[in-house]
Structure formats: C-alpha cells, structure tokens
C-alpha cells in the first residue's frame, strides 16, 4: 500500500518552454520541469495547441477567442473553476490528462488531450500535476549549472528583428536564436524562429 501512494504521489510541473519538433512536421515538444525538482521531459503536441499556449504565456491576445479561451469563458459562465491538472497516465508514450473543475460545492473530472488541458491551465493560473510513478519514467535530470548565453544580449536582440533579417540568417544561427528564446521562455519568438527555419528549408 505504501509503494502504491509513493506512486501515486502528484508532483508539480512548471512549463519550461516549447521547442518545434523538426522531425515530425506541425508538432512541438511541450517541455514540463518539476517546480521543485531537476527532471523535465517533453509532450508533443499540435502547432494551434503550441500558439495557444504561447499567446497566453506571453500575454498576447488575439483578435478573436481562441477555442480555449471559449472554453475558459464557458467555464468562468457557468461558475466553474478550473483548480488542477493532472497528467496520471502514459500509454504507449501517449499522455492522458484530466480536468479537475470545481463548481460551487460539486467537483468534476474531466478527460482530456495534454495540450489542451494545459492550455487551459495557463489560462485559469492552475497549477499542473504529474503522477509521480510517470515522471519516474519519462523524466531526464537536467544540469543546474546555468549555461553561457548564445548571444550578447547588448549586441543581438532578436525579439526586433524583422522576417526579412530573419531569413537573412543561417540554420545555424536561428537554431541558436531558437534554443535562447526557449531557455528565456520568449514563446513567441520561438514561434517566429520556427517559421523562418521552415521557410529556409523549403528553398
């Protein structure tokens, strides 16, 4: 019994960054880290779930709601608050998540796509959890030792640079610029360093 609720145990997880998964085309990694901890590891996710999560995370609003802003609008119309996430399975390197909702003095349990549910979660400021026994699986210790930047903030500052600069780069140069904006979680520009990989790729 005891081993079971060590494996049970809920560990929380901090959004690290989003990385474009050049292998398979349209996805990204989510990268998850634990809060209190050194082990993170990645969920692949779809482009829109990626640019969802990135909008909010960044404080971007688009013109129109999103599907999950619809959602967290929905949730807020009805007096229902999102208070967890939880990611408590892995099948075949698929993760299963589910919704923890509160309303009133009812709680709801809801499954749902890892992507989604995190897009949501940034939404409603909700913390997001793990299953213990999963980490255990997937997590990769990371190194605490900050690393040297890839370029001189003084000298670079890539947030202004235009497409047309941007193509004017080579791989090499815009996967850095891509590895520093994930390490500064600027979502965002990672999404634009993305397109200009892709757009130089396809020449």
């Known amino acids: 019994q005891k081993k079971r609720t060590t494996m049970d145990a809920e560990i929380k997880l901090t959004i690290t960054g989003l990385v474009y998964n050049q292998t398979v085309v349209g996805t990204y990694g989510l990268v998850l880290s634990e809060t209190e901890g050194n082990r993170r590891f990645s969920v692949m996710i779809g482009e829109p779930e ?48 589910e919704l923890h909702i509160k309303n009133g003095e009812n709680s709801f349990v809801l499954d749902a796509r890892t ?57 090499e140069d815009l996967n850095e610029i891509l590895n520093m904006a994930v ?12 397109d200009a990989i892709k757009r130089k790729e396809e020449k």
């Open 183 to 194: 390490k500064e979680e600027k979502y965002e520009l990672a999404v634009n360093i993305r």
């Open 115 to 171: 992507s989604d549910a995190v897009a949501l979660a940034v939404r409603s400021d909700s913390p997001i959890y793990i299953k213990s026994g999963i980490i255990d699986i997937v997590g990769t210790v990371i190194d605490s030792e900050p690393e040297a930047d890839v370029f001189d903030k003084d000298e670079v500052d890539a947030e202004e640079l235009t497409n047309d600069e941007l193509d004017l780069l080579s791989l």
């Open 50 to 97: 990626a640019q969802s999560i990135a909008l909010k995370l960044n404080g971007k609003k688009p013109p129109r709601p999103l599907t999950h802003d619809l959602i967290f609008n929905l949730l807020n119309l009805y007096g229902s608050k999102l208070e967890k996430v939880l990611i408590y399975n892995m099948v075949n390197d698929v993760f299963y998540s």
